[in-house]
């Protein structure tokens, strides 16, 4: 009993070795996230797999950036800062890409199951992040969350261009 005692005490004074936790609904970055996912979520879809998905990649994008910029104003890690402004540069440039394309092409062909897909994609893309331990360190929620980011960004592209053949 002695034992159980002593390591009951030792664990609960050691609060520097406890996974830390906040609820998302308290957390700055998850707060990005959800905003964008609602922002997909309540996209008009074409049906047309390239015109979606250009508009779909538009949204994520923006969410990475807005991800970027809070830990660019509230992270302390210079690793970090520096990775956030790379995201920045690139998702930026990405999106003049798309809004390129968008400008100049109209819904062409319709497909319900790259619909379909992309909604089911969605869907665990959100549920991955509401998985996700965050803790209110800036530095390491906008690690974490950049993790699945691109991982979701890649399987959105991978269905696109399977809609394409």
């Known amino acids: 009993m002695t034992i159980l005692t002593g390591l009951a005490t030792a664990c609960s004074d050691d609060n520097e070795n406890k996974i830390q936790v906040q609820p998302h609904d308290q957390n700055q970055m998850m707060a990005i996230m959800h905003d964008m996912m609602d922002d997909m979520s309540d ?36 690793e970090m800062k520096t990775m956030a ?26 497909n319900m199951e790259f619909h379909m897909q992309m909604m089911e994609g969605m869907e665990r893309m959100g549920k991955q992040a509401d998985l996700q331990i965050i ?14 980011h691109p991982q979701s960004a890649t399987e959105m592209a ?6 394409r053949r």
């Not at 209110?136 to 969350?145: I, M």
């Open 43 to 78: 996209m008009k879809m074409t049906q047309d797999p390239d015109i979606d998905y250009a508009m779909m990649m538009k949204m994520h994008h923006t969410g990475a950036i807005e991800m970027a910029k809070l830990e660019l104003t509230s992270g302390t890690d210079n």
């Open 85 to 110: 402004q790379s995201i920045i540069d690139g998702q930026n440039k990405e999106i003049e890409q798309m809004d390129a394309f968008l400008a100049k092409n109209t819904p062409a062909t319709m």
């Open 135 to 148: 803790n209110g360190n800036t530095d390491q929620d906008f690690a974490t969350l950049m993790i699945g």
């Open 158 to 163: 991978q269905m696109q261009v399977k809609a």
